[in-house]
């Protein structure tokens, strides 16, 4: 969502309220309202190559669990429903870690969520192709490995999510007039075996 300090995001610890994310298109309407703001069930059709009347069954069902909400201020003359995202969202395996069922549950959003940035990224790949020089040269990859410990390893999550922070909520056209392009940063700590 369009905005100079982005509100913390929401920390979600509600089995039932997850189980949204584990369809793949809620996701991606999820990202596009919180990256672009308010949009209307056909305008997100059009980008996610699907029907208004199938995309508003899935904003009514992520509204229906607090993810999105009715955005009236932005509707124009009223006619169109327009909706919006707050907050970005959260979830951590370790509040599901006591149920089963609710574990396997995190599990399947964590897929959807890398089979949808993989998309993502293959996509990218190939239009970069295309880009600028000066965005070929931009887009990076990194795959660094460190030792650490778990608290060191939170607090690296909680620095590199601080510097991503101060580059939220930047307009879609910088000062000088050049346009912004959406651009997703995939972060992922854990440990491994070798």
Same mark, same amino acid.
């Given at each position: 969502?369009?905005?100079?300090?982005? #509100?913390?995001?929401? $920390?979600?610890r509600d089995?039932?309220?997850?189980?949204?994310f584990t369809?793949?298109?809620r996701?991606?309407?999820? !990202?596009?309202l919180?990256?672009?703001?308010?949009?209307?069930?056909?305008e997100l059709?059009?980008?996610?190559?699907a029907?208004p009347?199938?995309v508003?069954?899935?904003?009514?069902t992520m *509204?229906?669990?607090?993810?999105?909400? &009715?955005?009236? /201020?932005? =509707?124009?003359?009223?006619?169109?429903?327009? @909706?919006?995202?707050?907050?970005d969202?959260?979830f951590n395996h370790t509040d599901f *870690?006591?149920d089963?069922?609710? @574990? /396997?549950?995190?599990?399947t959003?964590?897929?959807v $969520?890398h089979? &949808?940035r993989? /998309?993502r990224y &293959?996509?990218?790949?190939r239009?970069?192709?295309?880009? =600028? !020089? /000066? @965005?070929?040269d931009?887009?990076?990859?990194?795959?660094?490995t460190v !030792?650490l410990?778990? *608290?060191? $390893?939170?607090q $690296?999550?909680?620095?590199?999510?601080?510097?991503?922070?101060?580059y939220?909520g930047?307009?879609?056209? =910088? #000062?000088?007039? &050049?346009?912004?392009?959406r651009?997703?940063?995939?972060?992922?700590?854990?440990?491994?075996?070798p």
């Amino acid at each position: 969502m369009p905005d100079d300090r982005p #509100e913390p995001p929401r $920390l979600v610890r509600d089995v039932e309220a997850l189980k949204v994310f584990t369809h793949p298109l809620r996701f991606r309407l999820f !990202r596009l309202l919180y990256t672009d703001g308010p949009a209307t069930a056909s305008e997100l059709g059009r980008l996610v190559d699907a029907t208004p009347s199938l995309v508003s069954y899935h904003l009514r069902t992520m *509204a229906k669990h607090g993810f999105i909400a &009715e955005a009236p /201020e932005a =509707s124009g003359d009223g006619r169109e429903r327009r @909706w919006r995202v707050e907050r970005d969202l959260r979830f951590n395996h370790t509040d599901f *870690a006591d149920d089963p069922a609710a @574990w /396997e549950v995190a599990n399947t959003v964590v897929q959807v $969520l890398h089979s &949808e940035r993989n /998309e993502r990224y &293959e996509a990218a790949m190939r239009r970069l192709r295309s880009m =600028s !020089r /000066e @965005w070929q040269d931009a887009t990076f990859g990194a795959g660094p490995t460190v !030792r650490l410990t778990a *608290a060191e $390893l939170a607090q $690296l999550s909680e620095e590199l999510m601080a510097v991503v922070d101060r580059y939220r909520g930047r307009p879609a056209v =910088s #000062e000088d007039g &050049e346009p912004r392009e959406r651009v997703l940063l995939e972060m992922i700590g854990f440990p491994y075996e070798p």
